[in-house]
């Protein structure tokens, strides 16, 4: 069974950093793109990066400078550096895997970070 599991959440100053980390089990990890998304309480779930199998990246414009997300193949593993954390990066974070060939697509249980201003 195809499962993310997500770490690295948790409260931190305005201005601080936080490393997320999403380790996939039960599922071909170097051909998905991966995908981080964040969705705060009464709004939508959001985009803030994503990265294909090539290694191409792309970010919501409120992160870039700020976030990094890269990926270990060999530990199947996705990062999301954050930096420079703001308030209203508050939010529950989600990991997504996603398979273009097949369009199947997989979710994390999310976690949260908090940063206090």
């Known amino acids: 069974q195809v499962q993310l599991v997500e770490s690295g959440g948790g409260l931190v100053q305005a201005g601080g950093s936080l490393r997320l980390s999403c380790a996939a089990s039960?599922?071909?990890?170097?051909?998905?793109?991966v995908g981080w998304y964040r969705q705060a309480p009464g709004k939508q779930r959001e985009l803030v990066a994503t990265?294909?199998?090539?290694?191409?990246?792309n970010y919501a414009d409120s992160v870039k400078g700020r976030f990094t997300i890269s990926r270990d193949n060999a530990k199947n593993t996705v990062y999301l550096q954050m930096n420079s954390l703001k308030a209203e990066d508050t939010a529950v974070y989600y990991c997504?895997?996603?398979?273009?060939?097949?369009?199947?697509?997989?979710w994390g249980q999310g976690t949260q970070v908090t940063v206090s201003s």
């Open positions: 997504n895997v996603y398979y273009p060939q097949t369009h199947y697509t997989y």
């Open positions: 039960g599922t071909i990890f170097n051909i998905c793109t």
């Open positions: 990265t294909t199998s090539r290694g191409d990246t």
